[in-house]
Nanobody, 123 residues
């Protein structure tokens, strides 16, 4: 059974940092593209960042570019999202997701999803 478990969310002041983690129970984790998405109250879920199998390719939403960094450790079956210079508009539930085919921003391409971790940013 595939499981993606996010952690690291919490309450932070604007301008602060958080590091989200996602633990994956995928037997061939290194063959999966991993993405981070987020959903704020009353809004649709949106793409945040994606990383390729080996970590050489990354893409970011324009709203987080230069502030967030996605990374992965294939030996530990982990993917991370380092979030710096957080803004109130970054507050959302953050989800990690996995898919086998290609680097993509499309939610519908992702096969597996975690339950999410809440990030709250105070002003």
């Amino acid at each position: 059974q595939v499981q993606l478990v996010e952690s690291g969310g919490g309450l932070v002041q604007a301008g602060g940092s958080l590091r989200l983690s996602c633990a994956a129970s995928l037997r061939t984790f290194g063959r999966y593209v991993m993405g981070w998405f987020r959903q704020a109250p009353g809004k649709e879920r949106e793409f945040v960042a994606v990383i390729s199998w080996g970590g050489l390719t990354t893409e970011y939403a324009d709203s987080v570019k230069g502030r967030f960094t996605i990374s992965r450790d294939n030996a530990k079956n982990m993917v991370y999202l380092q979030m710096n210079s957080l803004k109130t508009e970054d507050a959302a539930v953050y989800y990690c997701a996995a898919e086998e085919r290609e680097v993509t921003r499309r939610q519908e391409d992702y096969e597996f999803w975690g339950q999410g971790t809440q990030v709250t940013v105070s002003s």
